[in-house]
């Protein structure tokens, strides 16, 4: 019998009187990462029972716009990317960059 490893990630919330996020971080120790401040995070997780994906969005309450469309910017960037690497389907992650070019060309995005 193998040994298994487990691996904790933690996020931390601090909100306001009105329960809105006032700060997000986030500690990942086997990546190195000890309580990490963010500014806005995507959860999303698979319930396979129920075929469905559930999802957590936060973002602080001070979150400029501008971050805000680069993050979801660089978030279809890499789920594109991730699809490919979890299908290797070719011709829709072609499809979904593209969708990525032309999202960032509406938003007049500076990408890297």
Not at 87 to 101: H, N, P
């Amino acid at each position: 019998m193998s040994n298994t490893i487990k691996s904790t990630i933690e996020l931390f919330v601090e909100l306001d009187e009105n329960r809105v996020p006032e700060k997000l971080s986030w500690t990942a120790q086997d990546g190195g990462i000890k309580n990490e401040e963010a500014k806005a995070m995507m959860l999303s997780v698979w319930d396979s029972e129920a075929q469905e994906t559930l999802r957590i969005d936060l973002w602080t309450k001070d979150m400029p716009v501008d971050e805000m469309k680069l993050f979801f910017h660089q978030t279809l960037v890499e789920m594109s990317n991730t699809f490919h690497r979890a299908t290797e389907d070719e011709k829709m992650t072609a499809t979904m960059r593209d969708f990525c070019d032309y999202f960032a060309e509406k938003l007049e995005l500076k990408t890297k």
